[in-house]
């Protein structure tokens, strides 16, 4: 039997996750940081459950590279499957091992034994606690192995704490954000970029930089050039004055159209990922050539859009590192790249994690801490750096576009035989420590040697372009093919849910297709491929929900749209229904989601994060689409780059499985994909007429309305 | 000299007048509360009530606060109003990142002021000058409905 924690074997000694304080409390440690998805309450709550402690004895210390263990990124849906399993086992070992040593300061066995805010109580009425048995019995434990294969865990009844979230009451009405973060004697610090994350010039205009009103220095390297002020406010002016004085160079980028038209245009490396020949289908008869269908799919490229632009602060060491301040999701990652771009040893590099806007992926954080490092280490200065609205929206990676092909064929009885998907799209990942070289915006400016690493997307069976590439249902002979596009016209990275927005897309619509061109119900469709009880259940249970079979007719105005997906096709299971109304726009009237997320640790956060990632497919599905022109990156504001607005949020009804005897199951992302197939469902249901391309804007929607007048190749 | 109040204080500014609020209230009062999302008015994260109007600061120049009172997040929890929005707010855990939340808040304790009856039509009206990347916009309107309510209960208490 394995461990269950990958983070176990990084972090081996109980003392690595968790430390007794003088006051009576208990530091618990983590590498998986808060984000706004909750993560603090869920990893509390398992920790105080474990321990049979309070919330309110507890100090939470995460994502500080001087202290905390090293549990690489806090991404990929990921934190309750490893950073929870980690404390669960933690917490079960270190309780077991205190049990033993309680029993027999109390003079009772272990199961006498009951656990109550870290306190030991034995039917004598006697009791004693985690710290005077650490303290007055010296009960050895902190170099106690977590990573045991088989440790004997001892259970003790305790009370079951219940954790809410603590940090929003400082993030509502004070000093909550890294941005709030003041250092003595601290310079703020804007970096001259232009609309391109690669755009440079032929010459800095340094004497009317100077000049600027709030800038009191102008710091140059290469091509890195940072305006420094005391004054916050008259430096962002200054900042906006001085993009404009500066004569910008763009890269030669590709002429913005719409992605299925741009991604087989561009250079490619192409290769059969995944080929898998049925036994069943060799045996069958030649499929019926009036079910096969050949369709092509796309998304185009989509902002992260923090609300917040991404800041940082550093300040120099006396041993001659820094330290940095960043709301980055790896924060030992980003140590590392920053002790290598600045020639300094892992320990002179001390970065702390602290809350930042929200972000969904790589943004720009670990550029701004690199900007912030790179100032206070080159020129000894305490720094504070925040980018501008524009640099967020332009020079921060963004989530890469996606074509995606599929045909598939129908046997007589109507069932999936054959299906090849082809997949155009980038690296998913470009994250500091992924690649060989530095993936830090400002390196490539200031150091001569730096380059953009080589892209390399992420291998399946996670994948990044193809993320859910491979159809959770049973589709006879499989074949996904990738064309893995190098360059880009932006840059690009992880965006939440990598390829899995595009991919369950494309996988939906076409069953929707599949089953309508075969005179096929949606839901009874996508069951006669599906031999998994827990995705069969999701499925069923939102269509009871939604009362899927009283949808009506299409083309009505009103549609209805189904899709599920099981995310990574081994983590959370999503199935969705969306109800929508199509008259000039999509206007969503309603979705129902049912999740299966295995055990259910925080009914709360999940439930957020199923809300957020519905609303926030709604917003890339409906909206979203990065503009660019010959002079750069041209979405650069608000205006340019509109996200959903509160007028437009449908209303939610989410059911979570929780079933508590199954493994928890990674859910944060779970439900863009499924979203994104839903709603393009539901948009042909009303309208009789399928778009295939996002977003479902009226642009786009128009467009499918008049080709569907002409002959699809099949 | 330009003189405003700032939630409970008095203060002045010996600064450019020119210069924005968000910026003000943030460096020389030592408010974070008041957040800068784009420095543009588009996305409401600065959001602070001038005389019970809800205006961005961040495009807000500090002379036009002259004589005014200005009330930001910060200060919620010594508002009658502004304690029971916020309040509400932590009941429903109405955030994920929560960076947009304090705009939000200084909004809607303006609306449920001047209007205690606001309609939900009319709270999303509201609501629609403020940006929320995160999704939260469902439980963030729940929790304005709960603060309506509670408010409503408090005003009928004799």
Known sequence: ?714 | MIKLQHNRDQVSSTQDPQGDLLHFLREQCSDASVRFGCGSGHCGACTVLIDGQAQNACTTPVWSGEGKHIQTAKGLPQDEVGRLVLAAFVEEQAAQCAYCISGILVRITGLLKSQPAATEAQIKDSLSRHLCRCGAHARILRAVLLAQKNIQHVNTLP
């Open chain 1, 1 to 714: 039997m394995s461990i269950p924690s990958p983070s176990l074997s990084t972090a081996p000694l109980a003392k690595d996750w968790l430390r007794l304080s003088p006051e009576g409390l208990f530091e618990l440690r983590s590498g998986k940081v808060e984000l706004g998805q909750g993560i603090s309450a869920a990893l509390t709550q398992i920790a105080c459950n474990a321990l049979g402690v309070k919330a309110t004895q507890i100090i939470w210390l995460a994502g500080d590279t001087r202290y905390s263990p090293d549990e690489g990124f806090t991404a990929g849906s990921q934190s309750i499957e490893v950073g929870g399993q980690a404390w669960q086992r933690v917490g079960d070992i270190v309780r077991s091992h205190f049990a033993l040593a309680a029993a027999e300061r109390l003079c009772c066995e272990v199961s006498d034994l009951v656990l109550r805010s870290g306190a030991f109580l034995a039917p004598s009425g006697l009791q004693t606690t985690y710290h005077q048995l650490a303290h007055e019995d010296k009960v050895a434990w902190e170099d106690l192995r977590v990573d045991t294969e088989n440790p004997v865990l001892l259970t003790i009844p305790t009370e079951q704490e219940s954790v809410t979230r603590t940090d929003l009451w400082l993030k509502f009405t004070g000093d909550g954000f890294v941005h709030d973060l003041r250092l003595p004697d601290m310079w703020h610090a804007r970096i001259l970029r232009g609309p391109h994350p690669h755009s440079t010039a032929a010459e800095w205009p340094v004497a009317q930089l100077e000049k600027l009103k709030g800038v009191e220095q102008v710091l140059i390297q290469n091509n890195f050039v940072a305006l420094v002020g005391r004054d916050e406010g008259a430096l962002i002016k200054a900042h906006v004055q001085a993009r404009q004085l500066t004569s910008w160079t763009i890269p030669k980028l590709p002429v913005q159209q719409a992605a299925h038209v741009l991604l087989p245009s561009m250079e490619k490396k192409s290769n059969i990922a995944l080929h898998q020949v049925s036994q069943e289908t060799q045996a069958n008869a030649p499929c019926n050539d009036a079910h096969r269908l050949r369709r092509q799919y796309s998304r185009p490229y989509i902002a992260h859009a923090s609300i917040g632009p991404s800041c940082a602060l550093a300040c120099p060491t006396q041993d001659g590192g820094i330290q940095v301040w960043s709301h980055s999701q790896g924060v030992f990652n980003l140590r590392d790249q920053i002790a290598r771009a600045l020639n300094l040893s892992k320990t002179q590099v001390q970065v702390m994690h602290e809350p930042g806007a929200g972000c969904y992926g790589h943004n720009g954080a670990d550029d701004v801490a690199f900007d912030a490092a790179f100032i206070a280490h080159t020129w000894g200065l305490n720094v504070r750096v925040q980018w501008s609205r524009e640099d967020e929206l332009t020079v921060s990676p963004m989530g890469a576009a996606s074509l995606v092909e599929i045909e598939a064929s129908l046997n007589a009885e109507g069932c999936i035989q054959q299906w090849h998907a082809q997949v155009w799209s980038h690296a998913h990942v470009n994250r500091p420590g992924w690649g060989k070289g530095l993936q830090l915006l400002g390196a490539w400016s200031a150091l001569p040697h730096e380059k953009p690493p080589e892209p390399l997307d992420m291998p399946l069976p996670t994948g990044g372009g193809l993320r859910n590439a491979a159809p959770a249902y049973d589709v006879g002979d499989l074949t996904l093919e990738h064309h893995f596009l190098e360059s880009s016209p932006m840059r690009v990275s992880a965006l939440r849910s990598l390829g899995a927005h595009a991919n369950v897309f494309a996988i939906e619509s076409l069953m929707d297709e599949l089953s309508d061109a075969s005179g096929q119900d949606p839901l009874a469709f996508r069951l006669k491929h599906l031999a998994d009880p827990r995705a069969r259940h999701v499925l069923q249970k939102v269509s009871e929900m939604s009362n899927w079979h009283s949808r009506g007719d299409a083309g009505t105005g009103i549609g209805y749209g189904m899709a599920y997906a099981r995310y990574k096709n081994k983590a959370g299971y999503c199935a969705l229904v969306a109800q929508v109304e199509v008259s000039e726009r999509v206007k969503v009237l309603k979705v129902w989601a049912c999740v299966d997320a295995g055990k259910v640790v925080h009914s709360d956060g999940l439930h957020n994060q199923i809300e957020g990632g519905i609303l926030q497919a709604i917003s890339w599905s409906l909206l979203e689409s990065v503009q660019w022109n010959e002079q750069g990156i041209s979405s650069h504001d608000w205006e340019n780059y509109p996200i959903l607005s509160f007028l437009d949020v449908p209303q939610l009804d989410i059911h979570l499985v929780d079933d508590p005897s199954t493994p928890s199951l990674g859910s944060g992302e779970v439900a863009t994909g499924p979203c994104a197939g839903a709603l393009g469902n539901a948009v042909a249901h009303a309208l009789g007429v399928r778009a295939r391309h996002l977003p479902l804007s009226p642009e786009n929607l128009i467009l499918a309305m008049d080709q569907s007048h002409e002959p699809i190749p099949s």
